[in-house]
Every structure is written in C-alpha cells, then in structure tokens.
C-alpha cells in the first residue's frame, strides 16, 4: 500500500487527483469549525452534553459521522446526512416506481436521478434546519436547559440557520461529488471518513484517560477493545477483497488469417461488492427514531417509553440494525450488478461458462453465484457491527460508534487504494505500449 502511494506521487495525472482530493476534504474540514452566528457557544455545549445522555448516545453517532460540526453547530452541522436519506430514499423509488426504473436504464437516466437527489437534498436539509432553529431557540423543552443558546432569538435568527445549513449540505454535496469526479475515491464516503478520523484522537485520549480515573475500565476492558478492533480491521480486509472467480472461455474465430479467442479468463465475483454503503445506510437510518424521540419534550409520557425500545442495545435495536445492513447489502449489490447484462456481453463477445449454456442459463448462473457469496458478506458486517453493541455494556467505551466507524474507515481506505492501483496498472500498461512504439520506429 506505501509504495503504490509512493508510485502515485510520480505520475502527473494521479499527484493531481491526490492534491485535488486532498485540498477539498481541508476545505470541509476548516468549515466544521465556523459555528453558526448567534449561538452562546458554553449554552450549546450543555445541551448536547445532556442530549447525548437523553438519546442513549445516539446524538453522539450523528456528531461522529459529521466530524464533531453537529455538536459545535457549525455551517457543515447537517453534514452528508440528507444526502445520504435522499440517496436511500430515490433508490428505494427506483424499485418501486416502474417509470423511475426505467428512467434509470436510460443513457443520461442516472443523471436526471442524481439531479432530482440533489434537489431531495436540499428539501431535507431546509425541514431539518427549520427543526433545529426552534429547538436551540427552546432547549428548555426538550433537556430541561435553562440557559439560552440563541444571543438574538427572533425570525431573523430562523432565516439566517436555515439558510445557513442548507447552503452548507449543498456545498458538502457538492465537495464530495467533485471529489467522485476529478479526484481519487468515492467523495462522499471520503467526506464521512474524514469526520470519523477527525474524531478518533478525542475519542483515543478519552478511551486511555479512563484507566486512570474510572476504576471499573481497567487493563482487560482496553485488551478486550483493542482485540475486538483488530478483529474487525482483519475481517473487514479479508471481506473487502475477497473474490469468486467464475472461469470463461471464449471461442476461437477465425477471421482471414487472423485468430481470434481461444483463450480462458475469468469473471470476478467481489463477496462485499456493496462496500461499505450498507454499513452508512443502516446507521443512517438506525439512528432517526431515537434521535427524532430526544427531541421531543421531556412533558410527553410516552417519549421515554419509545425511547427505550429503539435504544442502543435492546434486542429490536439490535435485530432491526443488523436486518438493514443485510437488506441494504443485498440491495446495493443487485443495483450495481446486473447479471443479465453480463451474460448479454459474454455472449456478444463469444464468451461462455463451461458447461453452462450462454443467454438465460449464464445470468441464472451468475445471479445464484452472487447471492451465494453475498450472503457471508452481509452476515459478516452484521455481526461486526451488532456484536460490539453486546458488549458495550461490559466495556463502556462506546464500542457501537467505533464497531461502526472501524468498517467504514477501512473499507473507505481499501477502496480507495484500489482506485489508485488500477491508475497505476493503466499507467505501466500505457507505458509499455508507448515504449514498444518507440522501439518500433528505431528499428524502422
């Protein structure tokens, strides 16, 4: 991995993609610390010191997946969150609505698609900045706060947070699609590995600072996390870059004196072709009902009843995170791998399965073979991601938001670098193609 980066630095074209990916996530990074105006700084931090207590830590996740600007109320506070809900939200239309699906089959389809995120994005960013103008205007009623967070209540104060966030999730937006398009990795993955990165020093200095003060985390609570988060990595490794290879042959074809075919390659099958897309879907939506719960008023009984079936840790909890990253893993997979089409293409090129007959045989073939190996990779990042939470309670270092963080820092870097290796593969091929042209012309 150190030396294909070394090798990026030499080429041109790659240090430029580097440079540009490296200069937009410092941009996003330098706006999740300037805080919206009118906020008592000292106030704001209460609120969500007793909020993160009221939703169970939850609150905490959110602020994790926006590197910290949630809790400080910056301009990035909302992050890629209403992106991401309009992403899962248009992808599930696409299922449903058979004039979206077709839409999406289309040539420029996928464009007009992104477009109409973007605009369920900025919807979703304007109802949750309206949500929370009127809650830091009243923190009173949701955690009993009787310090004023806002310096100017009034409409001007509404106006200008609205705007504010709003502007904000587009520009991110916007960041993480350039980033996606002239630089190296998925942007908005990028944008939320930052985030988790950027939190991991407090939360390692926290984690360390425990043995010293709290006397029920001791020695083999740290050994037990440290375990458990090599674990992960190791897995996440393995998962991440583990392959099925289907054998192909293609047929040999003569064409005047020339051959064509006749040789054997392979069609690779990645076990996690999701990613870690699943992974930021399920905790995305995992976290909106206690989240949406803790903030409502502390008046209304039944809120902490609801709050807490869907809090960390009970078995519905539990069952409904694991199913969603199963589900979104099965998903996600189907919408980026279309076995028809691969049998379609094989067939066109004169390539074939042995002993599987091309057209509808091959796509069966290739849809039971993916489903197959689908299925340990969605269980994998289930269990990674629920077991940690069994234990939270005997470790009580918040091992959900780092079980969590772990897979989507590791899978993001994997991805990532891959990227980078398949440029530099291009590269030394384009090289020696130029190479063996020059010889040519010299010995002509």
């Given at each position: 991995m150190i030396k294909a980066f070394q090798n990026a630095l030499k080429i041109?074209?790659?240090?430029?993609?580097?440079?540009?990916?490296?200069?937009?996530?410092i941009v996003y990074r330098l706006g999740a610390h300037i805080t919206l105006p009118g906020i008592d700084d000292a106030a704001l931090k209460d609120f969500f010191e007793a909020l993160k207590e009221r939703t169970g830590g939850m609150i905490g996740l959110v602020d994790l997946f926006s590197g910290g600007a949630f809790a400080q109320m910056t301009i990035f506070a909302l992050g890629i969150q209403p992106y991401i809900s309009a992403m899962i939200i248009m992808q599930l239309l696409t299922v449903v609505i058979p004039s979206l699906e077709k839409l999406s089959k289309e040539p420029d389809g996928r464009k007009k698609i992104t477009q109409y995120t973007r605009y369920g994005t900025v919807i979703?960013?304007?109802?949750?900045?309206i949500t929370i103008s009127f809650i830091l205007l009243n923190p009173g009623a949701i955690v009993g706060l009787d310090r004023t967070i806002v310096t100017n209540p009034g409409w001007m104060f509404h106006f200008v947070t609205v705007i504010t966030l709003m502007a904000g999730t587009s520009f991110v937006m916007w960041l993480g699609e350039q980033i996606t398009e002239r630089g190296i990795g998925q942007g908005i993955s990028l944008i939320i590995t930052?985030?988790?990165?950027?939190g991991m020093p407090g939360g390692a200095s926290t984690l360390f600072?425990?043995?010293?003060?709290?006397p029920k985390f001791g020695l083999p609570q740290l050994a037990i996390f440290l375990v458990l988060a090599v674990i992960a990595i190791m897995g996440t490794v393995y998962i991440q870059l583990a392959v099925r290879k289907i054998p192909v042959q293609y047929a040999r074809r003569v064409v005047g004196r020339?051959?064509?075919?006749?040789?054997?390659?392979?069609?690779?099958?990645?076990?996690?072709?999701?990613?870690?897309?699943?992974?930021?879907?399920?905790v995305t939506l995992i976290q909106f009902p206690s989240t949406a719960l803790g903030f409502l008023p502390q008046t209304w009984g039944w809120v902490d009843g609801a709050r807490g079936i869907f809090s960390s840790g009970t078995p519905l909890y539990m069952i409904t995170y694991a199913l969603l990253i199963i589900g979104f893993t099965f998903f996600y997979t189907a919408v980026q791998i279309n076995p028809v089409q691969m049998a379609d293409d094989l067939k066109k090129y004169g390539g074939f399965i042995p002993g599987i007959r091309p057209g509808k045989r091959t796509a069966e073939y290739i849809n039971d073979t993916l489903t197959r190996i689908t299925l340990p990779g969605a269980l994998f990042l289930a269990a990674i991601a629920v077991i940690?939470?069994?234990?939270?309670?005997g470790l009580g270092v918040g091992t959900l938001i780092e079980g969590a963080s772990i897979l989507i820092v590791v899978g993001v870097v994997l991805d990532t670098?891959?990227?980078?290796?398949?440029y530099l593969t291009m590269r030394h091929y384009e090289g020696f193609l130029q190479d063996r042209r020059m010889r040519g012309r010299r010995s002509r």
């Open positions: 041109p074209e790659l240090r430029k993609r580097l440079f540009f990916t490296a200069m937009l996530l979703l960013s304007v109802v949750q900045g930052i985030g988790i990165l950027a600072g425990r043995l010293f003060s709290d020339k051959v064509f075919g006749g040789q054997t390659t392979h069609l690779p099958l990645r076990v996690n072709a999701a990613g870690m897309i699943p992974i930021i879907f399920a940690p939470i069994i234990l939270q309670a670098m891959s990227q980078i290796e398949s």
